[in-house]
């Protein structure tokens, strides 16, 4: 197809992008059959002007429009087209990390796929979800997982759809991680040619194009991440109801869920998936560094070797 002058083509998250915005985080194309979303810069009118609420998001029938301060203006339309107003064209590192996390979040719930909020590795071809809330973890372990030669589907947002046979899969979305200074010296990795994630000089967006799996795989298990003063790692199967609202609340942007009119589809979509999978809830000391035990416990369990429960 022709693209005008300026505009750039992307793959993430299972879709063909176009973008007039630079994406050098995302796998470039040089050509796509078919379009799935479009990413416009325009000019908006003034966020005072187009909010009729105080809160930083705008929900309409078939678009969300939520604003950064002094950042951007975000317009997320039916799932297909996302309009940025820059407010700072200084801030395009700013700029970015909103656009591949907070809207397509968005623009994924709004093409009824699942969003959770995490990272996803590959192991023995199926696809396993680490979610937490911030500071859990998630990054740190999928990067343990990278350096036994694992592989990345996703840090961040992670796209579950079905198969022809209503079974979860993952989607990728591209080759990058948000590591933390303290993960990075572990794994004797510098930061020297990193650039730090905005408002956070200690985290750093850290390319892994080397080790990304750019295949969809089956959704196989989801590990919750939670921290505990304990000394000990404490690991327990997550049953019945509680897969739900395990899922729920790691649904990214979930306040939106409901916003959406979605709650019934949410409902019925993360019960298909907790039907197809094994979920677990795993506790980590906050006092040590424990990725790489971690790791060797959650092998275990996925090899279906004995485990003691705590």
Same mark, same amino acid.
């Given at each position: ?169 993952? !989607? ?24 730090? !994630? ?33 000394? +000990? !790692? ?5 049953? +019945? ?16 869920? +409901? ?42 369990? !996925? ?8």
């Amino acid at each position: 197809m022709m693209i005008r002058k300026g505009k750039r083509l992307y793959h993430a998250f299972g879709l063909n992008i176009v973008s007039d915005l630079l994406l050098p985080e995302l796998i470039v194309m040089n050509t796509l059959e078919g379009v799935d979303v479009t990413i416009e810069i325009k000019e908006m009118d003034k966020w005072d002007e187009l909010a009729e609420t105080t809160s930083h998001f705008v929900v309409k029938e078939g678009s969300v429009l939520f604003h950064v301060p002094d950042t951007a203006v975000y317009l997320i339309e039916h799932g297909t087209k996302i309009t940025i107003s820059p407010l700072d064209e200084t801030k395009q590192d700013n700029i970015r990390l909103y656009l591949l996390g907070t809207c397509m979040g968005v623009l994924l719930m709004q093409r009824r796929t699942i969003p959770l909020h995490g990272s996803a590795v590959e192991i023995a071809g199926k696809a396993y979800a680490f979610v937490g809330n911030s500071g859990a973890g998630k990054s740190t372990l999928a990067s343990a997982f990278m350096e036994r030669g694992y592989r990345l589907l996703s840090d961040d947002v992670i796209p579950i759809v079905f198969s022809d046979k209503e079974k979860p899969i993952v !989607i990728p979305s591209y080759p990058h991680q948000k590591l933390w200074t303290q993960t990075l010296d572990h794994f004797g990795r510098g930061t020297s040619n990193l650039k730090p !994630i905005i408002f956070r000089d200690a985290k750093f967006a850290v390319p892994v194009m080397d080790s990304f799996q750019p295949k969809p795989l089956p959704l196989a298990g989801v590990f919750e991440l939670t921290k505990t003063a304990s000394d +000990q !790692i404490s690991i327990s199967p997550v049953l +019945q109801l509680h897969q739900f609202y395990l899922l729920y609340q790691h649904t990214y942007r979930n306040f939106l869920i +409901q916003r959406f009119d979605l709650m019934d589809w949410h409902f019925q979509t993360v019960t298909k998936i907790a039907q197809n999978i094994e979920l677990f809830q795993i506790e980590r000391p906050i006092t040590r560094f424990t990725a790489e035990e971690l790791t060797d416990v959650i092998l275990t369990i !996925i090899n279906k070797e004995e485990l003691v429960y705590e």
